[in-house]
């Protein structure tokens, strides 16, 4: 396996468009509210973001394994691991891939920082208030992606929805708008969707080792309820930021991206073997990135037209 594979796998570098698509359209609601665009500052974003998603990525199975949690999933039978398999599977020391993990972090400060130069010192807010939800959402003494009550699923919707768009909206304007908080919520909505569903994945195996996702609180059945609301309210607030101006109302296109997603609810029974909710999880990320890339279209034609 050379050196790009394995930093891809261990990474889960396939998942980084979550990340990649808030900031485009913070950075596209930028240009089309104000006809703004610097290159070299979204570059610095793009690069600073997709190192503190993979960090994400890498911290959490670093502490999962530590914490037990993909070691009882790797032993439980039927349950499905999400996580990288390198520490549980032994592919990799836990020293060589702490050491990737804390670089990735580097990076993203080192972007952090010098944006914060050209911007100003909130970027340094938006990164940094990532960063600890990134590390304490299963590192100690915190750990609240294990205590239920939503705690995690609002650290994702902060994470990958309301500070990469309001964060890259401010690099390219200067100014902190409550327009860039209301774009951001259909992706993260869904983005929090995925990560949601991933949960039923493994949730037996979450429940011996301690982690309480709300899918271990709540039961399966309860928890395939909310699943299914968080897929309207993402779609609900797609509407509301037609309403509301901040996207182009050919955005609504996007909605049609909920369909596949919506017929997949409709083939799960109230209690499902692991396998049954993969197709849950693909279609859930596909929702997420296609609704992203629609919007994302439609702010930029929207931008050219207004600069016509």
């Not at 594979?5 to 698509?21: G, W």
């Not at 104000?34 to 600073?48: A, N, S």
């Amino acid at each position: 396996m050379d050196l790009w594979t394995t930093f891809r796998k261990a990474s889960r570098f396939q998942v980084i468009p979550v990340m990649l698509v808030p900031v485009f359209l913070g950075a596209l609601g930028a240009f089309m509210r104000k006809g703004v665009f610097h290159p070299m500052l979204f570059i610095l974003t793009l690069i600073g973001a997709g190192a503190a998603h993979l960090f994400s990525n890498m911290i959490n199975d670093l502490w999962d394994y530590r914490n037990g949690a993909d070691v009882t999933a790797k032993e439980t039978p039927e349950v499905i691991t999400t996580n990288s398999g390198f520490l549980s599977g032994g592919l990799m020391s836990e020293r060589t891939f702490a050491g990737i993990t804390w670089l990735l972090l580097g990076i993203a400060v080192l972007c952090g920082v010098v944006l914060s130069v050209y911007s100003g010192w909130p970027v340094l807010l938006f990164g940094g208030l990532g960063g600890l939800i990134a590390y304490f959402y299963v590192a100690p003494p915190i750990r609240f992606g294990y205590r239920g009550k939503g705690l995690s699923e609002v650290a994702i919707l902060l994470s990958f929805g309301v500070l990469p768009v309001m964060g890259a909206y401010y690099v390219q304007t200067g100014e902190l708008s409550l327009s860039a908080a209301l774009l951001s919520m259909p992706v993260g909505l869904l983005t929090t969707l995925v990560l949601f569903n991933h949960h039923f994945l493994h949730w037996q195996a979450d429940r011996q080792a301690g982690k309480n996702t709300l899918v271990v609180v709540w039961g399966e059945q309860r928890a395939l309820h909310f699943s299914k609301a968080l897929l309207f309210l993402a779609y609900g607030f797609l509407i509301l930021c037609v309403i509301g101006g901040v996207v182009p109302v050919y955005a609504l296109l996007a909605l049609f991206t909920a369909i596949p997603l919506y017929r997949v609810y409709g083939r799960l029974k109230e209690h499902n073997p692991s396998a049954a909710y993969l197709p849950l999880m693909g279609a859930s990320l596909k929702a997420s990135i296609r609704c992203g890339l629609i919007i994302m279209a439609a702010l930029l034609v929207q931008g050219l037209i207004q600069l016509g």
